[in-house]
Nanobody
Framework: QVQLVESGGGLVQPGGSLRLTCAAS????????MSWYRQAPGKERDLVAR????????RYADSVKGRFTISRDNAKNTVYLQMNSLKPEDTADYFC??????????????WGQGTQVTVSS
């Protein structure tokens, strides 16, 4: 059974930090590109950061470059999102995503259930 379980969300003040964790199971984690997406109320779900394997290479949304860092530990089947200098506009539900293949030709895709991040004073 495939599972992506996010944790680490919560309420943080502007300028603060959070680290999101996504624990994966039920598939060959090291073969999958892992991503974090976010969805704010009333808005579409957008890519935040992506990390490939092997490599790894990373990609970030312009809005988070220099503030967020995605990393993975294939030995622990875990992907992380370190979020620093958080802003109120980072408030959203954050979702873990696993992709085998490419975005244009996906072979297998999995989503986590999401974790809420609220940035507010």
């Amino acid at each position: 059974q495939v599972q992506l379980v996010e944790s680490g969300g919560g309420l943080v003040q502007p300028g603060g930090s959070l680290r999101l964790t996504c624990a994966a199971s039920g598939f060959t984690f090291s073969s999958y590109t892992m991503s974090w997406y976010r969805q704010a109320p009333g808005k579409e779900r957008d890519l935040v950061a992506r990390i490939s394997s092997p490599g790894p290479s990373t990609r970030y949304a312009d809005s988070v470059k220099g503030r967020f860092t995605i990393s993975r530990d294939n030995a622990k089947n875990t992907v992380y999102l370190q979020m620093n200098s958080l802003k109120p506009e980072d408030t959203a539900d954050y979702f873990c995503h696993a992709l085998l293949g490419s975005t244009f030709m996906p072979l297998d895709v999995h989503w986590g259930q999401g974790t809420q991040v609220t940035v507010s004073s």
